[in-house]
Each structure stands twice: as structure tokens, then as C-alpha cells.
């Protein structure tokens, strides 16, 4: 448990960059389907980070 601070740094972290990869991405690609693609796969990047990587769930697996 005294890495929790660590584990929720590094998740968000790296939740910001996929957001950064993937908003450059939709930025030069300027598609819709990629879009919706993009925005689907942020918001299940975000509510694995709120429940997992902030301790609103326990991480069973």
C-alpha cells in the first residue's frame, strides 16, 4: 500500500498522454468515425482510472 500514491501518479500520468496522443491524432486525421472511435475509447481509459487507479474498486485481477 505504499506505492498507492505512486500507482495513481503513474495511471494519471499515462491517462494524459493517451489523451494527448489521441487528441493530435483526431487533430491531423479529421474524420468523425475516428472521433467517436476516440472519444469511446477515453471514456473507458477514464472510468478504468476513476475506479481502479483511485481506489473507487478494488483491482481483482
Known amino acids: 500500500m505504499e506505492n498507492s500514491l505512486l500507482n495513481r ?3 494519471l500520468l499515462a491517462f494524459v498522454v493517451l489523451i494527448g496522443f489521441v487528441g493530435i491524432l483526431v ?5 468523425w ?9 477515453v471514456g473507458l481509459a477514464g472510468w478504468d482510472i ?5 481506489g473507487h474498486k478494488e483491482d481483482t485481477h
Not at 487533430?27 to 474524420?31: E, I, K, L, N
Not at 476513476?50 to 483511485?54: E, L
Open 50 to 54: 476513476w475506479h481502479v487507479a483511485m
Open 27 to 31: 487533430g491531423y486525421v479529421t474524420r
Open 9 to 11: 501518479a503513474m495511471g
Open 33 to 41: 468515425d475516428l472521433a467517436v472511435m476516440v472519444a469511446i475509447t
